[in-house]
Nanobody
């Protein structure tokens, strides 16, 4: 019923930039927060950044000043602009959305399939 489709990952050199996109589609009535998480090999999944429906943002300390999250509510899309990338940013990045469906009285978490970001020279 709901799909979160990510795009924009890839291989980039240290100091480079990438922009991730995630579009939510399906029988969506309303979306609260949207966010990006990442998981590096051998590590737990961690929050990178999230953004509320009203635009309030929250960032992990490790990405503050380098990454910017934004969203287009009309398109049910969230973006992550990543600048000054470091090798330690290498991970699979997952999109997350807290949303409700038409006919539903509650919100649930949905996840994208993940997109690989590799920062290496």
């Amino acid at each position: 019923q709901v799909q979160l489709v990510e795009s924009g990952g890839g291989l980039v050199q240290p100091g480079g930039s990438l922009r991730l996109s995630c579009a939510a589609s399906g029988s969506i009535f309303s979306i609260n927060a949207m966010g990006w998480y990442r998981q590096a090999p051998g590590k737990e999944r961690e929050l990178v950044a999230d953004i509320a429906s009203g635009g309030e943002t929250n960032y992990a300390d490790s990405v503050k000043g380098r990454f910017t999250i934004s969203r287009d509510n009309a398109k049910n899309t969230v973006y992550l602009q990543m600048n000054s990338l470091k090798p330690e940013d290498t991970a699979v990045y997952y999109c997350n959305a807290d949303l409700s469906l038409y006919g539903s009285d509650w919100y649930e978490d949905y996840w994208g399939q993940g997109t690989q970001v590799t920062v290496s020279s």
